[in-house]
């Protein structure tokens, strides 16, 4: 499932924040070995954390029914939380990185207000 996540952050950062042809996506750790390596302005997605959710862990078995039959029974899945880092890598960072994060910040700040709609069952809440 791991790749398919990186996958997916691949897909957004390029279309969202910077364009393919200029800036690499690397998903490596961020050691001075790999940071003395980089010839080209990167974009790192480094997972630094791994953590089952265990607020939506349920309990028992799963039955999979065919009409009114039990057909088989399974574990519920196991929810995970996954942390990113993410960092920009060039020489000369201010110039080259001023304003390719805007569109991405914006649109991961919409994503954020979205999930805090969901879990607060639509309603939006004032400060």
Request: no cysteine; net charge positive.
């Amino acid at each position: 499932m791991i790749p398919e996540v990186d996958h997916a952050l691949r897909t957004l950062i390029e279309r969202e924040a910077v364009d393919p042809a200029e800036v690499e996506v690397a998903f490596d750790a961020p050691t001075k070995d790999w940071a003395s390596r980089r010839n080209a302005p990167t974009v790192d997605v480094y997972l630094y954390d791994i953590r089952e959710d265990l607020r939506r862990r349920e309990r028992g078995w799963l039955n999979e029914y065919d009409g009114d039959r039990i057909r088989a029974r399974h574990m519920p899945p196991r929810y995970f939380k996954l942390s990113y880092l993410v960092a920009a890598w060039t020489e000369r960072y201010r110039k080259f990185w001023e304003g390719k994060f805007d569109n991405l910040e914006l649109y991961l700040q919409g994503m954020t207000m979205k999930e805090k709609e969901r879990s607060h069952g639509g309603k939006r809440h004032r400060k």
